[in-house]
């Protein structure tokens, strides 16, 4: 199974984005969203494991969905924020439980990352 994650670019704040993660040879229970700020750790975004799971610095603004006939996760950012701006990855695993959803070492597998950059 490979994950492929595109859909980044430059936005002002304000604007939107949606990523797109693309899970080809299988399929994995849940589908989460890390991202990397310059010069900062990874951290839990969004993920969908039968319902979606947020991040309190994006909930109401960002919007996880899941297309299994097109085996696409995608995110939909709105209102995008300067402190937005990182590289967002996707990761999925099988065996992620409720307790584990927002820990990156729950995922064992990871896809490139996308560039994400808000402007003010």
């Known amino acids: 199974v490979q994950l492929q994650a595109f859909g980044g670019g430059l936005v002002q704040a304000g604007g939107s984005l949606r990523l797109s993660c693309v899970v080809s040879?299988?399929?994995?229970?849940?589908i989460a969203w890390f991202r990397q700020p310059p010069g900062g750790e990874r951290e839990f975004v969004a993920a969908?494991?039968?319902?979606?799971y947020y991040s309190d610095s994006v909930k109401g603004r960002f919007t996880i969905s899941r297309d299994n006939a097109k085996n696409t996760v995608y995110l939909q950012m709105n209102s995008l924020k300067p402190e937005d701006t990182a590289v967002y990855y996707c990761?999925?695993?099988?065996?992620?439980?409720?307790?584990?959803?927002?820990?990156?070492?729950?995922?064992?597998?990871w896809g490139q990352g996308t560039k994400v950059t808000v402007s003010s």
């Open positions: 040879g299988g399929r994995k229970i849940a």
């Open positions: 969908h494991r039968w319902r979606e």
């Open positions: 990761a999925a695993a099988d065996g992620v439980i409720v307790s584990t959803i927002a820990k990156a070492s729950a995922y064992d597998l």
